[in-house]
Every structure is written in structure tokens, then in C-alpha cells.
């Protein structure tokens, strides 16, 4: 059974369809990460499930009950906001407290579940300092202290680490993910940055222009985009989308003779590789060449950008290490063919049939 699940959510602001139709469900002790560009719908969403906002319609199931007229404080549910919202003139202990206090909660367990939860959170030395007193890591604690202190089992979570540097963001995905299995929470966690999703969610939710593209765990998400739009979210740098050439039954790259995919009957399809995918060869034994355009060292890798005849935007190519080539130089370049993925062209979405008409047994090199 579900622990919370959505049922055709809609929501607009005037003529803007915020949320499109939107229907998922959540298991308990999940991990779900709503990700996608700005303005997709993923704080809307976020605050729909709260209360925070209402649905025009569409209806929320939380542990098999409906909670869609419900307000914020009938859900049994605990926030953690982007702005971390502690009250600055309260110290830390009486942040944490506070939710307990509102809700006129038995005051003789106060100190045993602020002791536990200040343990849990590494907060016991920093208790009598004020928020301003508080680095970024430290007031993020305690924004979700007071949402773990509730002992609410459903945690929604609102970009909270957008504020942190880079070293610090790193650090809390972990610390979060692991208080969340350890108290088993079920945890909403609303990111734009694939990474954090990535790295921390069972399930992700990839949200574009107010509609759900793809639900997949992350290994699918990379591996399976079944949408253009998929495939270039997720994975740095996006993949490479080459539309094909129809001529006749076959599609052809628009330099080669011989076709990408034979005896395909689609008017436009679209061919996508990652630029991991991608090797470079000599010039001299290669089927197809670019023309690079610059280099960009990433440390472990290096990020390549070819000009390909018959094609404005440019391939990028990902090459292990430090690697220097001098612009206008010609590269060979070749893939196997099982790093092949198809599209077509005119909505994007996932070509299979087109992978099928041209995958061989013994997989090799496509070009």
C-alpha cells in the first residue's frame, strides 16, 4: 500500500498550469527527489502535498486517508524550508521547541526528545546560541532538527542546501540521507540540482513545464531516458542530440554514406550520445571526422567540442584526464553501437524501435 500517493493534481496561476495532471505514489521509508529546471512545479507540488497551497483539483492520500482539504497542521507532516526559517531572536533550543510548544504537546517530554534529537543532529554544544550565531551547515541542523523533533514520519524538504558552498553541500547530502534511514522517514525533497538527486533519492521525479517526464530510480533515469528532454537533464554535459538525415528507408548522419538506421519508415528521428560514449580516433581510420573547437579541462576529465559537418550546434566529447588539442584540428571519432539511443525528433520522445532495427549481436564499433 501506498504511504502517500496524488491522484490527478491540478493546480494554475491564471493561465499558467502550474501542475498538470499529476499522479505518484510514495512508499514508505522512501527517499523521493522532485527535480527539474526552475519554475517546473516542484515547490508547488511540494507545498500542495503541505497544505500550504490547495489543488484546483485532484486529490492527496496520506496513509491511505484524505488529507486534500485538510490544513498544514491536521497532515502530520514536517517541513524544512530553502530560507531554513528559525527565529532569530530564539536560541537554538528554543527553535527546536517550538513546534512542540505550538502544538500544546506534553512538556514532560520535551528534554528527552530535545536530548535525542540535539545528539543526532551534533547541536548539544550549540543550544544556547542565536541563529545569526550559527554558521550556514549549522542553522541547516537545526531547520531539520525541528522537523525530525515532531516525530512526523513524512519530511518534506524544500531546496535546503541551496544556500551552502560546495564542500558543505556534499557533506550534508550525506549526513541527511543517513539520519533519514535511520529514523526510517518517508522524504519529499525538492532540488533543481541533479547531483543531490542523484546521489541521495531512491526514486526521482523528474518534472518539466508542469507534467511528470519520467518516475525512475537514478540508474534508469541515466541509462533509460525515455525523452530528449531526459537524456539532457540528466548526465554532465547533456548528451549530444543528432537529428538524422531520411533518405529513402534509411537514416543517415548528415555526412556518411552508410545509414545510422536502415529500413526505418519514420519520417525524423534523432540520434543521442553521451560524450563518455564517444572515443577519438586517428583520421586516418575513422568513418567520420569533426573539427575541434576548443577544450575545456575538467580535472579528471576533459570536456572537447567538435564541429561536425552538416550540424550547427556542437558534439561535445568527454576524454579521461588532461588532454590538449589546437582548434580547427580534425578528430576521428567512433562509438559502439550499444551507446546508441534514438529519438523522434518531432516530440521526444524514446525511438526503441529504431535501437532494435540497428543494434548487431556482437555490438561493436558504429562508426
Not at 548539544?124 to 541542523?141: K, T
Not at 520522445?349 to 548487431?360: H, M, N
Amino acid at each position: 500500500m501506498s504511504y502517500l500517493s496524488l491522484h490527478h493534481i491540478r493546480k494554475s496561476w491564471g493561465n499558467k498550469i502550474a501542475l498538470n495532471d499529476i499522479s505518484f505514489d510514495v512508499q514508505e521509508g522512501d527517499f523521493i527527489a522532485l527535480l527539474g529546471p526552475s519554475g517546473c512545479g516542484k515547490s508547488t507540488m511540494l507545498r500542495t502535498i503541505a497544505g500550504l497551497e490547495s489543488a484546483d483539483s485532484g486529490a492527496i492520500y496520506f496513509q491511505q486517508s484524505d488529507v486534500t482539504a485538510l490544513t498544514p497542521s491536521q497532515r502530520k507532516l514536517s517541513m524544512v524550508f530553502q530560507s531554513y526559517a528559525l527565529f532569530p531572536h530564539m536560541n537554538v533550543r528554543e527553535n527546536l521547541l517550538f513546534g512542540l510548544r505550538a502544538r500544546g504537546e506534553d512538556k514532560r517530554h520535551f528534554a528527552a526528545r530535545l536530548h535525542e534529537v540535539s545528539k543526532l543532529m551534533e547541536l548539544e554544544p550549540l543550544l544556547d546560541r542565536l541563529p545569526a550565531q550559527l554558521s550556514g551547515g549549522q542553522q541547516q541542523r537545526v531547520a531539520l532538527g525541528r522537523a525530525v523533533i515532531a516525530n512526523n514520519k513524512l519530511c518534506l524538504m524544500d531546496e535546503p542546501l541551496s544556500n551552502l558552498d560546495a564542500k558543505l553541500r556534499q557533506s550534508m547530502r550525506r549526513e541527511i540521507r543517513a539520519i533519514q534511514k535511520k529514523l526510517g522517514l518517508t522524504m519529499v525533497y525538492v532540488t533543481h540540482d541533479q547531483t543531490e538527486a542523484m546521489s541521495m533519492a531512491d526514486k526521482i521525479i523528474l518534472l518539466n513545464d508542469g507534467c511528470i517526464e519520467q518516475h525512475d530510480t537514478p540508474d534508469n533515469l541515466y541509462n533509460n531516458p525515455t525523452s530528449i528532454f531526459t537524456a539532457q537533464f540528466i548526465g554532465a554535459p547533456p548528451m549530444n542530440i543528432l537529428p538524422l538525415e531520411r533518405r529513402g528507408h534509411h537514416h543517415y548522419l548528415a555526412t556518411m554514406s552508410l545509414p545510422v538506421v536502415e529500413n526505418f519508415h519514420e519520417d525524423a528521428i534523432s540520434l543521442g550520445l553521451r560524450a563518455e560514449d564517444i572515443q577519438l580516433i586517428a583520421v586516418e581510420t575513422a568513418s567520420l571526422t569533426a573539427r575541434v573547437i576548443s577544450h575545456e579541462y575538467m580535472g579528471a576529465d576533459t570536456l572537447i567540442a567538435c564541429a561536425l559537418a552538416g550540424y550547427a550546434q556542437p558534439l561535445t566529447v568527454k576524454v579521461a584526464g588532461m588532454k590538449r588539442y589546437a582548434e580547427g584540428q580534425s578528430v576521428g571519432l567512433q562509438w559502439a553501437t550499444g551507446a546508441q539511443y534514438f529519438f523522434f525528433t518531432a516530440d521526444g520522445k524514446r525511438c526503441y524501435q529504431a535501437e532494435q532495427a540497428c543494434l548487431p549481436s556482437d555490438n561493436r564499433v558504429a562508426v
